[in-house]
């Protein structure tokens, strides 16, 4: 009876950090998930960068895992290169053994504060706060798990069977390694599993060698989780995820016979026994990123080989399954991520175009008409899967958003018109007959394709969270965007009263440019309309009564 009621008090206490982890991460992405997607994708330019973004998101969002898919994503959609991915992920694994060593200072007396804080904040009216509420909550809740855990392993000190189980693992490390890495497997955290032998190591019945051995383990299985949920997924992510399983279990064969000469060393050094597994769960990865991160280019190449490109035809959907039409809210999640992916297709093509203004670089145009094709085309597939739900099997509710998702694919559709037959030629004119703009106008056309991209991001985000805050943000971009047309048309027209031979000679090119950018950006704006429409913030007529 009392071995059950102790391996009840352990399940909870893990089934406890667990949902605290989740809760940061929920929490995290809900007050800074637009911020933080765009910041990691924006900040791999250099490797040192691509490491601290990596370490960061990580230390954020309390789980490798979601970094690792998030980084995956960009990567599928070109925004991150390969090698800098295999770098993002380096510095993932180092804010999760980052993570470790914090919660075991021995701060888990700070959990009611935390929680309270937590509770407070997520009360207030603002989504943003809610979200750092929810964290806080969540921060409070694993500090918590840690007393929990602390207290389930005391009576294990004197278990004769549990002593017996470890001296197996002991003598077996191989065995013990399989067993750790399954611990992370199934709680899909490698956090997890180190916290689970920080307790067990505090009862004092695990030796420097076992400890060692089950964190590697941990490492390995904690990097399994990404690479089962990117088997879906394109080939680009599978590199991915895949590439950092093989990092860290190469990592792993090399230290896995040197564990007794690393527990001596740990053992040698100034370091509280009670802490030595986040002690070797953070040296190892150290380590790890620093052996790993010279071969981050040769990683990419090996994965280009392991997983080559699948044949499949782009233009078919992927989520539209017909079986899911009797049960509309599936359907239109269905839809939802559909349209997500023209989405993401439409930023393909901005990206290829700004690129190719930047460089006057024909070969990033080349790809945009046959990903127009694709918009157009899987477009029409949502429209066609949701005219099938019909309207009688619809509630209100799922009606209206049926009706958000049909406008936003039809809105990305006019956009994939607009860059193809209009900022396609433009920009190929420029690159094929070495125009160039004023400095000014160059800077302030290319300020403005940024900006549209970054309204893209985020106006993606709007549409999957519906968050009335970022809708409100985007109308305000709107005007910002009215502003930047009109005082860059003002300028171009005062250089061609100045007589500058660079803004004559491109004089109908800047201005065709602003116009488009201006038409795609009220295209993507739209999106905000629904969610303020229903919050009756938004009037019919832009006109002043003058009554």
Same mark, same amino acid.
């Given at each position: 009876?009392?071995?059950?009621?102790?391996?009840? #008090?352990? *399940?909870?206490?893990?089934? =406890?950090?667990?949902? !605290?982890?989740?809760?940061?991460?929920?929490?995290?992405?809900?007050?800074?998930?637009?911020?933080?997607?765009?910041?990691?994708?924006?900040?791999?330019?250099? /490797?040192?960068?691509?490491?601290?973004?990596?370490?960061?998101?990580?230390?954020?969002?309390?789980?490798?895992?979601?970094?690792?898919?998030?980084?995956? /994503?960009?990567?599928?959609?070109?925004?991150?290169?390969?090698? &800098?991915?295999?770098?993002?992920?380096?510095?993932?694994?180092?804010?999760?053994?980052?993570?470790?060593?914090?919660?075991?200072?021995?701060?888990?007396?700070?959990?009611?504060?935390?929680?309270?804080?937590?509770?407070?904040?997520?009360?207030?009216?603002?989504?943003?706060?809610?979200?750092? %509420?929810?964290?806080?909550?969540?921060?409070?809740? &694993?500090?918590?798990?840690?007393?929990?855990?602390?207290?389930?392993?005391?009576?294990?000190?004197?278990?004769?069977?549990?002593?017996?189980?470890?001296?197996?693992?002991?003598?077996?490390?191989?065995?013990?390694?399989?067993?750790?890495?399954? @611990?992370?497997? +199934?709680?899909?955290?490698?956090?997890?599993?180190?916290? =689970?032998?920080?307790?067990?190591?505090?009862? !004092?019945?695990?030796?420097?060698?076992?400890?060692?051995?089950?964190?590697?383990?941990?490492?390995?299985?904690?990097? +399994?989780?990404?690479?089962?949920?990117?088997?879906?997924?394109?080939?680009?992510?599978?590199?991915?995820?895949?590439?950092?399983?093989?990092?860290?279990?190469? !990592?792993?064969?090399?230290?896995?016979?040197?564990?007794?000469?690393?527990?001596?060393?740990? $053992? &040698? =050094?100034?370091?509280?026994?009670?802490?030595?597994?986040?002690?070797?769960?953070?040296?190892?990865?150290?380590?790890?990123?620093?052996?790993?991160?010279? *071969?981050?280019?040769?990683?990419?190449?090996? &994965?280009?080989?392991?997983?080559?490109?699948?044949?499949?035809?782009?233009?078919?959907?992927?989520?539209?399954?017909?079986?899911?039409?009797?049960?509309?809210?599936?359907?239109?999640?269905?839809?939802?991520? $559909?349209?997500?992916?023209?989405?993401?297709?439409?930023?393909?093509?901005?990206?290829?175009?700004?690129?190719?203004?930047?460089?006057?670089?024909?070969?990033?145009?080349?790809?945009?008409?046959?990903?127009?094709?694709?918009?157009?085309?899987?477009?029409?597939?949502?429209?066609?899967?949701? /005219?099938?739900?019909?309207?009688?099997?619809?509630?209100?509710?799922?009606?209206?958003?049926?009706?958000?998702?049909?406008?936003?694919?039809?809105?990305?559709?006019?956009?994939?018109?607009?860059?193809?037959?209009?900022?396609?030629?433009?920009?190929?004119?420029?690159?094929?007959?070495?125009?160039? *703009?004023?400095?000014? %106008?160059?800077?302030?056309?290319?300020?403005?394709?940024?900006?549209?991209?970054?309204?893209?991001?985020?106006?993606?985000?709007?549409?999957?969270?519906?968050? *009335?805050?970022?809708?409100?943000?985007?109308?305000?971009?709107?005007?910002?965007?009215?502003?930047?047309?009109?005082?860059?048309?003002?300028?171009?027209?005062?250089?061609?009263?100045?007589?500058?031979?660079?803004?004559?000679?491109?004089?109908?090119?800047?201005?065709?440019?602003?116009?488009?950018?201006?038409?795609? #950006?009220?295209?993507?704006?739209?999106?905000?309309?629904? @969610?303020?429409?229903?919050?009756?913030?938004?009037?019919?007529?832009?006109?002043?009564?003058?009554?």
């Amino acid at each position: 009876m009392e071995s059950t009621v102790v391996m009840i #008090n352990l *399940f909870g206490a893990v089934g =406890l950090l667990l949902f !605290g982890l989740a809760q940061v991460k929920d929490g995290v992405s809900r007050a800074f998930g637009a911020r933080l997607r765009t910041g990691l994708a924006t900040g791999t330019r250099s /490797s040192l960068r691509s490491f601290i973004s990596g370490f960061f998101a990580t230390v954020a969002l309390q789980s490798s895992t979601a970094t690792a898919l998030m980084v995956a /994503s960009f990567v599928e959609r070109e925004l991150v290169k390969p090698r &800098m991915a295999q770098i993002v992920l380096l510095g993932a694994n180092v804010g999760t053994a980052v993570t470790a060593w914090i919660v075991a200072t021995g701060i888990e007396w700070l959990s009611p504060l935390v929680i309270l804080a937590g509770i407070v904040l997520y009360r207030s009216g603002s989504t943003g706060r809610q979200g750092g %509420g929810a964290a806080l909550i969540g921060i409070g809740l &694993m500090l918590l798990s840690l007393h929990l855990l602390s207290a389930a392993t005391e009576p294990m000190r004197q278990s004769p069977a549990l002593a017996a189980f470890i001296g197996l693992l002991d003598n077996a490390w191989p065995v013990a390694l399989s067993f750790s890495a399954g @611990i992370a497997f +199934i709680s899909s955290s490698s956090l997890a599993a180190v916290v =689970l032998i920080l307790s067990l190591a505090s009862t !004092g019945i695990l030796s420097a060698d076992l400890i060692i051995i089950l964190v590697l383990g941990a490492n390995l299985g904690g990097a +399994i989780p990404p690479v089962v949920a990117s088997l879906s997924g394109s080939a680009s992510a599978k590199r991915v995820t895949l590439g950092n399983l093989i990092v860290r279990a190469v !990592g792993c064969l090399i230290a896995l016979p040197l564990a007794g000469y690393g527990a001596e060393l740990l $053992e &040698m =050094l100034p370091l509280t026994p009670a802490k030595l597994p986040v002690d070797a769960h953070l040296g190892f990865n150290l380590m790890l990123a620093a052996f790993a991160w010279p *071969f981050s280019r040769l990683l990419s190449r090996l &994965m280009l080989r392991l997983v080559p490109e699948e044949a499949h035809a782009d233009n078919a959907p992927k989520y539209l399954d017909s079986r899911e039409l009797a049960t509309p809210v599936v359907a239109l999640a269905n839809a939802t991520r $559909e349209t997500l992916g023209v989405g993401d297709l439409i930023e393909r093509m901005l990206m290829r175009a700004s690129d190719a203004f930047e460089r006057n670089d024909l070969s990033k145009l080349q790809e945009i008409p046959s990903l127009e094709k694709r918009v157009d085309s899987l477009q029409q597939e949502v429209k066609i899967y949701l /005219s099938k739900l019909g309207r009688d099997s619809l509630s209100e509710e799922n009606g209206r958003r049926s009706i958000v998702i049909i406008d936003y694919a039809i809105n990305l559709e006019h956009i994939g018109d607009i860059i193809e037959r209009g900022l396609l030629s433009q920009v190929a004119k420029k690159a094929s007959l070495g125009l160039k *703009f004023s400095e000014d %106008g160059y800077e302030e056309l290319k300020k403005l394709f940024h900006l549209t991209i970054d309204n893209l991001r985020i106006a993606q985000t709007i549409f999957v969270t519906r968050d *009335f805050n970022l809708a409100r943000q985007m109308m305000e971009v709107k005007v910002e965007v009215r502003r930047l047309e009109k005082q860059s048309s003002e300028r171009h027209l005062e250089r061609l009263r100045d007589g500058r031979a660079d803004s004559l000679q491109t004089s109908s090119l800047h201005l065709d440019m602003l116009r488009d950018l201006k038409r795609i #950006n009220a295209h993507i704006i739209s999106v905000a309309h629904p @969610i303020l429409n229903e919050s009756g913030l938004l009037i019919e007529s832009r006109l002043k009564d003058v009554a």
